[in-house]
T-cell receptor, first 113, second 114 residues
Framework: GENVEQHPSTLSVQEGDSAVIKCTYS??????FPWYKQELGKRPQLIID?????GEKKDQRIAVTLNKTAKHFSLHITETQPEDSAVYFC????????????FGTGTLLAVQP | NAGVTQTPKFQVLKTGQSMTLQCAQD?????MSWYRQDPGMGLRLIHY???????DQGEVPNGYNVSRSTTEDFPLRLLSAAPSQTSVYFC?????????????FGPGTRLLVL
């Protein structure tokens, strides 16, 4: 089955710096890669996703890149702000009839003011 | 719309007790799933359903049962609770229809098994 590895497990940056979180997946049939943000004590919420027919997607300060050949995808946050502090999860899915998501183990991002 | 709701918010069980975690959604979503979240292990899929009457196992199904008698409800049953089942449980739903779709999570249930 699918396996998703995520690095780093913790990341501390200064406010205004960029943050990059990387994930690799094992199943070449995966074609949907969402990123979720989870604030302390809250539920995970989707922040951005990318599908296998796209190499990069941007939404304001957030971008995701996908390298299907290498089977890895990354989340990029620019001009970080203290409210970006949270746990970020990547996930991968075959899509199709099940949309069964397999998650990475999460990255705790701390943005220091 | 209330979205995805879960009850209870917190629960303490003794080893061997049984209970049902409730999950409901009012968005007419076909796909529903249950995850458990443990420190350092991310979100692991327990069971999922692609529609009423259809369920399947995820990554960590042992010790849990599910059923999907209606589109709205997807309860998770612990038949004989064990300390290893202490976790935060999230239910999620998505429109499904055979297309990758955003999964919407419920607020979670914190379970402690003594």
């Amino acid at each position: 089955g699918e396996n998703v590895e995520q690095h780093p497990s913790t990341l501390s940056v200064q406010e205004g710096d960029s943050a990059v979180i990387k994930c690799t997946y094992s199943d070449s049939a995966s074609n949907y890669f969402p990123w979720y943000k989870q604030e302390l004590g809250k539920r995970p919420q989707l922040i951005i996703d990318i599908r296998s027919n796209v190499g990069e997607k941007k939404d304001q300060r957030i971008a995701v890149t996908l390298n299907k050949t290498a089977k890895h995808f990354s989340l990029h946050i620019t001009e970080t702000q203290p409210e970006d502090s949270a746990v970020y999860f990547c996930a991968a899915s075959h899509g199709g009839a099940t949309n069964k998501l397999i998650f990475g183990t999460g990255t705790l991002l701390a943005v220091q003011p | 719309n209330a979205g995805v709701t879960q009850t209870p918010k917190f629960q303490v069980l003794k080893t061997g007790q049984s209970m049902t975690l409730q999950c409901a959604q009012d968005m007419n979503h076909e796909y529903m799933s249950w995850y458990r979240q443990d420190p350092g292990m991310g979100l692991r899929l327990i069971h999922y359903s692609v529609g009423a009457g259809i369920t399947d196992q995820g990554e960590v199904p042992n010790g849990y049962n599910v059923s999907r008698s209606t589109t709205e409800d997807f309860p998770l049953r612990l038949l004989s609770a064990a300390p290893s089942q202490t976790s935060v449980y999230f239910c999620a739903s998505s429109p499904g229809q055979g297309v990758q779709e955003t999964q919407y999570f419920g607020p979670g249930t914190r379970l402690l098994v003594l």
